[in-house]
């Protein structure tokens, strides 16, 4: 019986090293092994204050969860750089009385991105998700930092696949 626990647990080590190195998320790092994620200036109409930070950090977040990469400062083998471009509230749906039932916060951001490993993936691309709420809600509070969170997270995602995602 020994035996049989030792030969399992051989074939199950086997097994595991011989997959190589998995990556759930997909990412595909290549030889990089820092990133740097520049400030992202809000060039928006209509600016919200903070919304550029806190993007900025979102961003940085993702990257630093799902990889196994080294925030840097400077000279990181990958840049993300880019400004948010879009920061709109309309509404979607009217009532009978001619105001707003349902309001849409679209956020957009435009993203470049630089691999200093594999220059060919470099790339310059517009991002943007949007968030509907209540029309009779304020965008204050609990409202907006959940549109926030739900609206960064999509574009953070979004970014992510388009500069590490190996699908």
């Known amino acids: ?76 083998d990958l840049v993300y750089e880019g400004e948010i471009t879009e920061y709109r509230i309309s509404p979607t749906t009217a009532t009978a ?21 594999k220059e060919d993936e470099d790339f310059e691309r517009k991002f943007s998700f949007y968030y509907d709420y209540n029309g009779s809600a304020q965008l204050v509070g609990s409202t907006k930092t959940t549109a926030f969170e739900e609206i960064f997270e999509r574009i953070t995602q979004d970014v992510f696949n388009a500069s590490l995602a190996n699908w």
């Open 97 to 117: 009385n001619n105001t707003a039932a349902q309001n849409r916060l679209t956020i957009s951001v435009n993203v470049r991105f630089y691999n200093k490993k």
């Open 1 to 76: 019986m020994k035996y049989v626990n030792y030969l399992l647990l051989l074939v199950v080590t086997v097994t595991t090293v011989s997959c190589g190195a998995y990556s759930f998320t997909g990412a595909d790092t290549g030889d990089a092994k820092t990133y740097q994620v520049n400030y992202f200036q809000n060039n928006a109409v209509l600016i919200e204050p903070g919304l550029e930070r806190d993007f900025t950090n979102a961003l940085a977040d993702l990257i630093q969860n799902q990889t196994n990469l080294s925030l840097v400062s400077s000279n990181g």
